[in-house]
């Protein structure tokens, strides 16, 4: 049984930073590629940032690049997205995702992926 849990999502004034782990089972964490999608109230799911399995490629969509960075912990079977300078619109619910392909994140293909979690809140406040 493959899972993902997700934690440290929680309520944050705009301008503060959170830190999201994310756990998975080994099968699944030894070799896909990782990462966070998010969905704001009322709008689709979106890509936030995703991890190769070697931890040498990295993407983030314009939105959160510079301020979002996503990093793994093989030996902890962990991922991690640390979220600074967070803004009003970063508010959504904060999903985990693991797929064997890097195209899936790449693309933001969500009907494709592997595994999700169960999603975790993030609450930016003015």
């Known amino acids: 049984q493959v899972q993902l849990v997700e934690s440290g999502g929680g309520l944050v004034q705009a301008g503060g930073s959170l830190r999201l782990s994310c756990s998975a089972s080994?099968?699944?964490?030894?070799?896909?590629?990782m990462g966070w999608f998010r969905q704001p109230p009322g709008k689709e799911r979106e890509i936030v940032a995703a991890?190769?399995?070697?931890?040498?490629?990295?993407y983030y969509p314009d939105s959160v690049q510079g301020r979002f960075t996503i990093s793994r912990d093989n030996a902890k079977n962990t991922v991690y997205l640390q979220m600074n300078s967070l803004r009003p619109e970063d508010t959504a619910v904060y999903y985990c995702?693991?797929?064997?392909?890097?195209?899936?994140?790449?693309?933001?293909?969500?009907?494709?992926?592997?595994?999700w979690g169960q999603g975790t809140q993030v609450t930016v406040s003015t």
């Open positions: 995702a693991a797929d064997h392909s890097w195209v899936t994140f790449r693309i933001g293909a969500t009907p494709e992926v592997d595994y």
């Open positions: 991890i190769s399995w070697s931890g040498e490629s990295t």
């Open positions: 080994v099968r699944t964490f030894s070799s896909d590629v």
